[in-house]
Every structure is written in structure tokens, then in C-alpha cells.
């Protein structure tokens, strides 16, 4: 038994010397088996020279090239819905109002009517606030000429709870409801002051698309309150909004008179805030 192991152990010595003969090596430098380490470190290496190609991920540039491709009137659509996306994420600092709106299939026009505001802040130094509503369609072209106005109900006096119950009627296309034209309104509570110009109180929007049809105006007043939180706006950076950035740089008249609008009521925001 012992002369058959040694005969063995002979034998493997003789394959490790002709090993060694061939290639170079010590056979004494070659475990019997590869340790975990090593099989990793291979591995890295194998890695290192067939690296894996990892996905580009779309350039920043490309956005901003397709955003500037697109028409002033698709920009202020695309504001207003970052703007009523974020308005329902907001608490209503500034109170709230309520509406009521329906689209007039046979007038062809949308009918807004405006409720009532609540818990509005107290502006006046009496504690009180005379307020009012003033409401504007966007974006212009969708609306006739007359319709782009901004109509307005009456001012209530020292009342932080008014009552408007008052009906407006925006002409306009059948596509104004279509969700891909993101056509809005813009509702703006204000402060009425003789002496020293009027006061934002807050704003807010409603977005088009989803209102009901209807073939008689009395319809209206069937449907659900819509309670609009009132908030005050402030200048999106180029980070919050690519598409109000891109409005300052068109140079179309229906994109500097929507900028101008916009820039005058951050002020009056900015001064209600000092």
C-alpha cells in the first residue's frame, strides 16, 4: 500500500516538473485550487476589458430643442397646468372661492358662476378687505377677441366671506374643452382700494378640460361647487418652469403681453408679502 501511494506521489511530481517544462511556472505557485479572492479578481479584470455599455440617458439639450420648437399659445397652456397641478398641492393661505361651470353647446360659450370667497384675509386697515373677482381665459387664441378680456363681479364692502352669485359667459370653440389644448381660467381676487390701488388678495385656476356640457344655462346651477384654493403667486425659476423661462425669450407679441400680466401680479404679490 505504501510502495502504490509513493508510486503516486512520484507521478504527480513528474506532471508538475513536464507543467513547469511547458509553460514556464513553478508548479509550486499553482494552488490546487483557485481561492473565492482570486475567482473575484478575475472576474474584475474579465470586467475591465469587456466593460459594459451603459445606457445614455437623453440629453438636456434635446428637451430644451423641443420645447423651443413648440407655439407660444401650447407654453402658456403647459404653465397653466404646472401651475393647477401644484395649486392642489397647496393649503389655502389666502382663503378660498367657489364656482360653478358648465359649457353652453347651443351659445357656444363657457358659463362661469362665481359663488362666494371664504375666510379671505383682512387687507384694509379696518380689519376688513372689500373684495372682488376678477377672471381671465388663456390662452388667447382659443377665445374670440371680446372673450380674452378680463370680466369682473362687483366689489363687496368690508365682507371676508362675500357673496358673488354672479354669471359670466366666455365665448369660445368647442376645443377649448379638449384636454391637449390645456385651456384655463384664471381667477384673481383683489382688494378694492380708491387711494392706494387695488390689493391682491390671491389667485387661482381652473383648468378647462372635463367640463360639462350643457343646452341651457340654468344647467349650471345643478352641478357641484368647485372650491378654488386662493394663493399668491410668485415667479417660477427656470428649474420650476422651462415653459415660463422659454416665454421670456419669445419675442411674439401674445408671449410678451402674457410675461407683462404675469411679472405685474408677482409684484403685487411681492408687495402684499413685505
Not at 517544462?21 to 474584475?44: D, M, N, R, V, Y
Not at 371664504?118 to 371680446?146: C, K, M
Not at 384655463?184 to 391682491?200: E, K, M, Q, R, V
Request: net charge negative; glycine share 4%; charged share 30%.
Amino acid at each position: 500500500m505504501a510502495s502504490s501511494k509513493g508510486s503516486r506521489m512520484r507521478r504527480m511530481a513528474s506532471l508538475a516538473d513536464e507543467h513547469e517544462h511547458e509553460t514556464g511556472t513553478s508548479h509550486a505557485a499553482i494552488p490546487s485550487s483557485i481561492p473565492e479572492a482570486t475567482k473575484l479578481e478575475k472576474l474584475s479584470i474579465e470586467k475591465a476589458d469587456h466593460p459594459v455599455v451603459q445606457p445614455t440617458k437623453p440629453k438636456k439639450d434635446i428637451r430644451k430643442l423641443k420645447l423651443s420648437e413648440m407655439e407660444t399659445r401650447d407654453l402658456i397652456s403647459r404653465y397653466w397646468m404646472e401651475v393647477a397641478d401644484e395649486q392642489e398641492k397647496k393649503h389655502p393661505e389666502r382663503g378660498t372661492m367657489a364656482i360653478q361651470v358648465g359649457y353652453n353647446v347651443l351659445k357656444g360659450h363657457v358659463c362661469v358662476k362665481v359663488l362666494e370667497g371664504r375666510h379671505l384675509p383682512a387687507l384694509d386697515p379696518t380689519g376688513s378687505s372689500d373684495p372682488y373677482i376678477a377672471l381671465q381665459p388663456f390662452p388667447f387664441d382659443i377665445f374670440e377677441d371680446s372673450a380674452s378680456e378680463v370680466q369682473r363681479t362687483k366689489t363687496k364692502s368690508k365682507a371676508l366671506a362675500p357673496t358673488f352669485l354672479e354669471m359670466f359667459h366666455i365665448r369660445c370653440r368647442p376645443s377649448a374643452l379638449y384636454p391637449e389644448n390645456g385651456c384655463a381660467i384664471l381667477f384673481s381676487c383683489y382688494d378694492a382700494d380708491t387711494f392706494t390701488g387695488d390689493d391682491i388678495i390671491g389667485e387661482a385656476v381652473y383648468l378647462l378640460p372635463g367640463t360639462n356640457s350643457v343646452q341651457y344655462e340654468s344647467e349650471v346651477g345643478s352641478f357641484d361647487h368647485i372650491t378654488l384654493p386662493l394663493s399668491l403667486p410668485s415667479e417660477p425659476t427656470n428649474r420650476d418652469s422651462a415653459y415660463f423661462e422659454l416665454l421670456k425669450r419669445t419675442s411674439d407679441s401674445n408671449a410678451s403681453d402674457f410675461i407683462q400680466s404675469r411679472k405685474k401680479a408677482f409684484k403685487m404679490a411681492d408687495s402684499e408679502r413685505d
